[in-house]
Structure formats: C-alpha cells, structure tokens
C-alpha cells in the first residue's frame, strides 16, 4: 500500500485521542510549529511529526501495554533515535487527566529542540 493511501486509512481509523491531540497541534497552534499526521519514517507511520524539531508524538492504547507491543515498539525508538528523531511517548489515558501536563511537555520539547522567541502578549 503507498504511503499516501496507508495515511488516508490511518485518518479514517483515528481514536478519539488522536482526534484531540490533532486538536492541540493542528494549524500551527504550538508556537507556529508545523505537525503532519501519519508521517513515513522508514516503515514507520508517525503519529504526529514536526520535521522542524525532528520530533514525533506517539499515543499508545492499551495494545501497547504487551510484550510483543514493548519489544516493536523499543524498535520503533531505536531506530528514530538513529535517524535524530525525538519520540515523545504518552498513554492515550493519560489525556483525559493530564492533558495539559502532556501538552507541556511536548511543548517544552519543541523549545529545546527548536526555540522561538515566545509571541509577545498584547493587552486588549
């Protein structure tokens, strides 16, 4: 299957996790830091990516929780890691009630591996 076409079922099939993490990163909402969902890395598809941070955002449901999961998925971290990327790894449970702690740590990510001035806060 392209890459193209794997994507476009990848959005189709989209969890409710990845719907609000989207939300979150979405039209530059980050500081203007562009995402891409699905991303091709090698024969991997990235949940979300920003090519600017080399950085990806990856939501594990509870399938990643076995064995088989953990060793694909240590894999998976290798091999990013060799090619300069950055996984950011986080439960799609965890959204519910730490959303805004996984929102900052992404964004602190961001920061470290790409900083931009912060915008300027004007008063109405």
Known sequence: MADLQRARVFHRKETWAERLVWHWLRGRRFNGYKFRRQHPEGKYHLDFYCAEAALSVELDGSGHGHPSQQ??????????TSRGI??????????????????????RELQHRAPRALPKHTSP
Do not use: C, M, P, V
């Open 71 to 80: 060793e694909h998925d240590a894999e998976r971290t290798a091999y990013l």
């Open 86 to 107: 950055k996984e950011l790894r986080f439960w799609n449970s965890a959204l519910r009630s730490q959303g805004q702690s996984i929102r900052d740590t992404i964004f």
